[in-house]
């Protein structure tokens, strides 16, 4: 099967910064899309940004503070997240729709999360 490993989260204070990584492993014939989702606490899970055949794209409340990279090559995600504020609190997930062999569609796969706290 497909796994999604997230790494990167942690503490930091407000107007600092975090990187996170995320790599996707096991049996992937293709993969679409990948992105960067998040849930802060008592919210429900939100949009970050994801990258796919069109570019990337992000969510207003993130723009010109965070950036998404992807090397297609090692299926890795990568979010830098600069300037951050106490509301960036929230776990963190990698999303990737991936074909695996054998099927002729695509599946959304999520790794486990990783939680970034921006408090002083």
């Known amino acids: 099967q497909v796994q999604l490993v997230e790494s990167g989260g942690g503490l930091v204070q407000p107007g600092g910064s975090l990187g996170l990584d995320c790599t996707a492993s096991g049996s992937i014939f293709s993969i679409n899309a990948m992105g960067w989702y998040r849930q802060p606490p008592g919210k429900q899970r939100e949009l970050v940004g994801i990258s796919g055949a069109g570019g990337t794209t992000y969510a207003d409340s993130v723009k010109g503070r965070f950036t998404i990279s992807r090397d297609a090559a090692k299926n890795t995600l990568y979010l830098q997240m600069n300037g951050l504020k106490p509301e960036d609190t929230a776990v963190y997930y990698c999303?990737?729709?991936?074909?695996?062999?054998?099927?002729?569609?695509?599946?959304?796969?999520w790794g486990q999360g990783t939680q970034v706290t921006v408090s002083s």
């Open positions: 999303n990737a729709v991936v074909r695996v062999p054998g099927q002729t569609y695509y599946n959304n796969y």
